[in-house]
């Protein structure tokens, strides 16, 4: 079975889109599943925070409890701050990996176009502005003889 070679680079190209959505995919997929990781290392550490802060007492000392309390707040927002660096860090990986690939696939196309424009400069052997022009000659030469 022979298929026309338009076909085949059709399918290849259909082969590559899909590859490259695939890329995308896995690229999210993964970036989804740190930042998911990353949520809910923050959502337990939360709730084990509140679960061993120091409540204020009836009757203890004030100094104490407040002292307690800062440092578990100051505890808190350390593990605020990273927890925002990883997210942080997440995006910024998976932005610069779509870069990455956005880059090829440009590059792929750039190289596939400038074949396609080769190949079909040397189907087509006469220039487009000659192709124009020649009409019009052959109209004149003809006008001329019937003159």
């Given at each position: 079975m022979t298929t026309h070679?338009?076909?085949?680079?059709?399918?290849?190209?259909?082969?590559?889109n899909a590859e490259?959505?695939?890329?995308?995919?896995?690229?999210?997929?993964?970036?989804?599943?740190?930042?998911?990781?990353?949520?809910?290392?923050a959502a337990r550490s939360v709730c084990e925070s509140l679960s061993t802060s120091p409540a204020?007492?009836?009757?203890?000392?004030?100094?104490d409890t407040l002292a307690k309390q800062a440092v578990a707040q100051t505890r808190n927002l350390e593990q605020f701050g990273d927890y925002l660096?990883?997210?942080?860090?997440?995006?910024?990986?998976?932005?610069?990996?779509?870069?990455?690939l956005g880059s090829r696939q440009?590059?792929?196309?750039?190289?596939?176009?400038?074949?396609?424009?080769h190949e079909a400069r040397t189907l087509n052997l006469v220039s487009p502005l000659e192709a124009m022009t020649a009409p019009e000659a052959r109209s004149r030469g003809g006008m001329r003889k019937a003159a």
């Open positions: 070679p338009a076909y085949q680079k059709l399918a290849e190209t259909a082969h590559n490259q959505l695939q890329a995308y995919a896995l690229i999210a997929l993964d970036a989804s599943e740190r930042l998911l990781a990353i949520h809910f290392g204020p007492l009836v009757g203890a000392d004030v100094q660096r990883r997210v942080n860090e997440v995006c910024a990986d998976a932005q610069s990996e779509l870069v990455e440009f590059e792929q196309f750039q190289q596939s176009f400038s074949a396609l424009l």
